[in-house]
């Protein structure tokens, strides 16, 4: 168990609709990180906040959006929905800043747009 | 840009077999390396990592060193075992917004081990 916690596991929505993934960080890490996996473009990096604040930004539509809330846990919302935005959407947390910090992910949600 | 290119799979070896899979990098600076481990329907678990050149990661029998010269992170086991089958992904810390930590993934490498 990483200690990262991602909810739903599992959601099926319609074209269209907006959905919002919720992602728990472990206890003390401030930085979470937002990934998209997908079968046609691998681990993808969307977004980092730290603190509540943007920190990064990777390849994140404009359609989506994340936040990051005082008690450190994190909304990716995704609206508009397409059907190839049905992927695996992980989330990571690390603390401190810093590239040989270790991230630690979550077990993911898998969202299928019918 | 920064980018990650790791051998295409999938590897299918015996139990007990030597295990190679390759990674090359491309980045601007000087990235920590990772190896991360997915296995069926879980997230990713970070399996060693190296964070300067020379440096060797190592856990469970996996072993990776960084070599500047041919920006390379090959991950080696000596004899691989069935519950080994995973798929596993090379990484670099990247830059993105000025801001390092956010990682950049190779497309993976799906191992099958046979008893």
């Known amino acids: 168990d990483s200690g990262v916690t991602q909810t739903p596991k599992h959601l099926i929505t319609a074209t269209g609709q907006r959905v919002t993934l919720r992602c728990s960080p472990r206890?003390?890490?401030?930085?979470v990180y937002w990934y998209q996996q997908s079968l046609d473009q691998g681990l993808q990096f969307l977004i980092q906040?730290?603190?509540?604040?943007?920190?990064a930004k990777g390849n994140i539509l404009e359609r989506f959006s994340a936040q990051q809330f005082p008690d450190l846990h994190s909304e990716l919302n995704l609206s508009s929905l397409e059907l190839g935005d049905s992927a695996l959407y992980f989330c990571a947390s690390s603390s401190p800043l810093g590239g040989s910090t270790e991230a630690f992910f979550g077990q993911g949600t898998r969202l299928t747009v019918v | 840009g920064d980018s990650v290119t790791q051998m295409e799979g999938p590897v299918t070896l015996s139990e007990e077999a030597f295990l190679t899979i390759n990674c090359t990098y491309t980045a601007t600076g000087y990235p920590s390396l990772f190896w991360y481990v997915q296995y069926p329907g879980e997230g990713l678990q970070l399996l060693l990592k190296?964070?300067?050149?020379?440096d060797k990661g190592s856990n469970k029998g996996f072993e990776a060193t960084y070599r500047k010269e041919t920006t390379s992170f090959h991950l080696e086991k000596g004899s691989v075992q069935v519950s080994d089958s995973a798929v596993y992904f090379c990484a670099l810390s990247g830059r993105a917004g000025g801001s390092q930590g956010n990682l950049i993934f190779g497309k993976g490498t799906k191992l099958s081990v046979k008893p």
């Open positions: 190296a964070t300067k050149a020379d």
């Open positions: 206890s003390g890490d401030l930085s």
């Open positions: 906040y730290y603190n509540g604040e943007e920190r």
